[in-house]
């Protein structure tokens, strides 16, 4: 079975300060591993996506994510918070032997930026 | 760009009504999947659909249906709405491999 657990429901930053937004994740096969940024009142926008390539994983807006095998973590950073990143935040796995992607969502973490 | 519309932003209904939720996608994908939104436990499979007429269930199917007669059209169906079914409903398309596109959302109110 597969499973993400995000291990902050809250992370508080000052604009211009680096974001982590922490994940780690269980899968019994290679996993695919995803975040997605939900703004208020909109629907998910794929951030990056892991798929056996590259460790580090660039994403959209600066931010970029690092699959660890080893610790089983895929924690998402930017160098530095915008006003516009506050968001909320999932990380998602999928197990990559399976012909239909099937999505797990984590429980999500609230991204808040202060001026 | 592949858009994913759900018909209603915001819904309220009555505890027993019947409820239809509507989602349309642009993009010819064979996947369709419907999910809902509560706060603290992210997104919940409810049903899900790889090809027309085709559908399966997701981690918590109890208390709804779906249909999907056209390839682009995939409907969540609250056969008897209860109150704890309010929530965020999420409908999402998917290409094998391409990653999904979710639409907007529709919070559904049951009184």
């Known amino acids: 079975a597969q499973s993400v657990t995000q291990l902050d429901s809250h992370v508080s930053v000052s604009e211009g300060t680096p974001v982590l937004l922490r994940c780690n994740y269980s899968s019994s096969y290679s996993p695919s591993l995803f975040w997605y940024v939900q703004h208020p009142n909109k629907g998910l926008q794929l951030l990056l996506k892991?798929?056996?390539?590259?460790?580090l994983v660039k994403g959209i807006n600066g931010f970029e994510a690092e699959f660890k095998k080893s610790e089983t973590s895929f924690h998402l950073t930017k160098p530095s918070a915008h006003m516009s990143d506050a968001a909320e935040y999932f990380c998602v796995v999928s197990p990559m032997n399976t012909g239909f992607q099937k999505l797990v969502f984590g429980t999500g973490t609230r991204l808040l930026v202060s001026p | 760009d592949v858009k994913v519309t759900q018909s209603s932003r915001y819904l309220v209904k009555r505890t027993g009504e019947k409820v239809f939720l509507e989602c349309v996608q642009d993009?010819?994908?064979?996947?369709m999947f419907w999910y809902r939104q509560d706060p603290g436990l992210g997104l919940r499979l409810i049903y899900f659909?790889?090809?027309?007429?085709?559908?399966e269930k997701g981690d918590i199917p109890e208390g709804y249906s779906v249909s999907r007669e056209k390839k682009e059209r995939f409907s969540l169906i609250l056969e008897s709405a209860s109150t704890n079914q309010t929530s965020m409903y999420l409908c999402a398309s998917s290409f094998r491999g391409h990653g999904y596109t979710f639409g907007s959302g529709t919070r559904l109110t049951v009184v």
């Open positions: 993009m010819d994908h064979e996947n």
């Open positions: 659909s790889y090809d027309v007429k085709m559908k």
């Open positions: 892991y798929t056996s390539a590259a460790t």
